[in-house]
């Protein structure tokens, strides 16, 4: 085997069939011309990384200043930021999806199947469900509940202090805001269920909608117990061999639809990652499966996508991927295979699942830098931005609810804007705060304080930057100055 294989050696090809057309996974070694390409690129980068004669990076110039081109190494998430979703239509057909099982397979409530229009209102990112009250909540970055609903009913001041005290803090929620997740206290386990992005944000409006028709049908509960049955409803919609199968739902109609779901890359966007990768070594780490996420990679960049990065690595099950030590697998078609030892890595390898610590040996290993400054691009808040900021990598937050709610000194606007923006759960980045304060300071939501104390920039979308050189330099988040690029959300400055 070669030793730019990116995968095992096999004496078959696996081939998917992908909306009408045979789609080849870089997984295999399948000794054709593409492969060839990939190879070649492969080894120029490895030739440029061990002729790179510095051996230890330099620290930043200016750490008000963000660069790409300060970093050694740069990854990126796959979706919702290489792959930008419709999120609207998106939302809409996972909220079908999940409806029509509980309906079928539990016995819900037919108004589950309503369209999911009447509550569009309720969704926003960063919601926190009491899992047993049936209560959904907004919380500030300190842990104080903002608002409140019960289902999908607005609760006053007076009933959330009723419930939670005169503080309005709930001490599981306080816990969960320090490093969002769900289960970071053993003691509030099944306690609390938390809402990050728009795949899991349907599931919210079903369970508030169980709920609601629950309170109808027998009155107010004790104890609602609904979740577990909602959970298994979401996860069904996103099993791993689905895609293959074309069962679930959400994945036959992704594949078999995606210009109804999936923005192409623009010529420009293209153009960038290609000068990014030229650059530094890049890698891809994304939660997809390989045969999904080379679906999507190819209609949005081209059935070249693969050589748009050096590493590309699948069902990382971020955000353990950065701290805990899983092997990587080796790629047999869309299954994994044996686990791959860590001195056998390649720079342009393909894999499935692995670890950080391994790929930052590999990265040192190759371009013989001691310290290699690192920067991940992602949209989700919690696994693309807060946990590698623990472990010291730089991050640059993908905040679609900028384009929607509207930046300063710029007309970019975000199609499904009005999906993104609650009347009653009030704006991404601020509610009920101080009307007196204007700029950052008037950040005070849980979510929208992440990027400020985690990544060095925050952008509606990589297509935003991409209209820049790669070395244009951007203002980062610091004590003085505002990483918001194109600009700070309109609301900060009325």
Request: with cysteine; glycine share 6%.
């Amino acid at each position: 085997m070669p030793e730019w294989s990116v995968s095992v050696t096999v004496s078959e090809t696996f081939h998917f069939n992908s909306n009408g057309s045979e789609m080849v996974l870089h997984t295999v070694d399948l000794n054709d011309e593409q492969d060839e390409c990939l190879q070649d690129k492969a080894l120029k980068k490895k030739f440029w990384c061990k002729n790179n004669k510095k051996k230890k990076q330099q620290p930043f110039s200016d750490p008000d200043i963000f660069k790409f081109t300060d970093y050694d190494s740069i990854g990126f998430d796959l979706d919702n930021t290489i792959c930008r979703y419709k999120v609207g239509e998106l939302m809409r057909m996972e909220y079908n999806y999940i409806a029509e099982y509980l309906v079928n397979k539990y016995g819900f409530p037919n108004s589950l199947l309503l369209p999911i229009e009447d509550d569009m209102d309720f969704i926003q990112k960063g919601l926190i469900m009491d899992i047993a009250r049936g209560n959904f909540m907004k919380i500030s970055d300190k842990g104080m509940i903002l608002r409140a609903t019960h289902g999908t009913r607005p609760l006053t001041r007076v009933e959330i202090i009723e419930t939670y005290g005169e503080k309005r803090i709930w001490e599981p929620a306080l816990v969960f805001k320090d490093s969002l997740n769900d289960h970071s206290n053993p003691e509030f386990k099944g306690v609390l269920r938390s809402f990050k992005d728009y795949f899991d944000l349907p599931a919210a409006v079903a369970c508030a909608r169980a709920i609601d028709a629950l309170d109808k049908e027998d009155g107010p509960q004790e104890i609602y117990d609904l979740w577990q049955d909602v959970h298994v409803a979401m996860c069904n919609l996103y099993r791993r061999e689905h895609f293959r199968n074309d069962e679930g739902g959400f994945f036959p109609e992704v594949k078999y639809h995606p210009e109804k779901y999936l923005y192409e890359c623009s010529d420009k966007m293209k153009k960038w990652l290609k000068q990014i990768n030229e650059h530094t070594y890049t890698f891809l780490i994304s939660g997809s499966s390989i045969d999904y996420a080379s679906h999507i990679a190819a209609y949005v960049l081209g059935e070249d996508w693969r050589d748009y990065f050096d590493t590309v690595v699948c069902t990382s099950k971020k955000p353990a991927f950065w701290y805990q030590n899983k092997p990587f697998k080796y790629l047999i078609g869309a299954d994994d295979g044996d686990d791959v030892p860590a001195n056998k890595l390649e720079l342009d390898g393909t894999y499935s699942g692995g670890n950080w610590p391994d790929l930052y040996n590999l990265l040192k290993q190759e371009t013989n830098i001691e310290n290699p400054h690192c920067l991940y691009i992602g949209d989700h808040l919690a696994y693309d931005v807060l946990a590698p900021s623990q472990i010291g990598i730089d991050s640059v937050a993908i905040v679609e609810e900028l384009a929607a709610e509207g930046m300063c000194g710029d007309s970019m606007d975000h199609e499904a804007g009005p999906d993104l923006m609650s009347s009653y759960w009030g704006s991404f980045f601020t509610t009920d705060g101080n009307n007196r304060i204007m700029g950052l300071e008037r950040i005070n939501t849980l979510y929208a304080s992440v990027p400020l104390k985690c990544a060095r920039i925050a952008i509606p979308s990589i297509e935003s930057v991409a209209l820049k050189p790669i070395k244009h330099p951007y203002e980062a988040f610091t004590g003085d100055s505002s990483g918001y690029y194109p600009g700070d959300p309109v609301i900060l400055h009325f």
